[in-house]
Nanobody
Framework: QVQLVESGGGLVQAGGSLRLSCAASGRKFSIIAMGWYRQAPGKQRELVADITSDSNTNYADSVKGRFTISRDNAKNTVYLQMNSLKPEDTGVYYC?????????????????WGQGTQVTVSS
């Protein structure tokens, strides 16, 4: 199976910055799209940003102009640069990856999630 490992979360003051990283690993696979979701305390999980293999990006309105998603296709890694952080950005951030993997001679789709990384922004 394809596994995703996130890093870069932590505690930061309002107005500060963090960069999240997510690396995909497996036997034989290719990524179609990767994205970041977050779940704030007492709220549902929401899409923050995603990016395709052609570098098409999509952002939630609440983070446009502050967050930047990027991807290194050769390393199967996605990044989220988070600037001008606000307390309302606090939550658990999850990495998502979609693509295709080869098991033996079979080709199948996958949709994998990371374990999540905590981001806390203080006032």
């Amino acid at each position: 199976q394809v596994q995703l490992v996130e890093s870069g979360g932590g505690l930061v003051q309002a107005g500060g910055s963090l960069r999240l990283s997510c690396a995909a690993s497996g036997r034989k696979f290719s990524i179609i799209a990767m994205g970041w979701y977050r779940q704030a305390p007492g709220k549902q999980r929401e899409l923050v940003a995603d990016i395709t293999s052609d570098s098409n990006t999509n952002y939630a309105d609440s983070v446009k102009g502050r967050f930047t998603i990027s991807r290194d296709n050769a390393k199967n890694t996605v990044y989220l640069q988070m600037n001008s952080l606000k307390p309302e950005d606090t939550g658990v951030y999850y990495c998502n990856g979609r693509g295709r993997e080869t098991t033996g001679w079979a080709l199948r789709d996958f949709d994998s999630w990371g374990q999540g990384t905590q981001v806390t922004v203080s006032s």
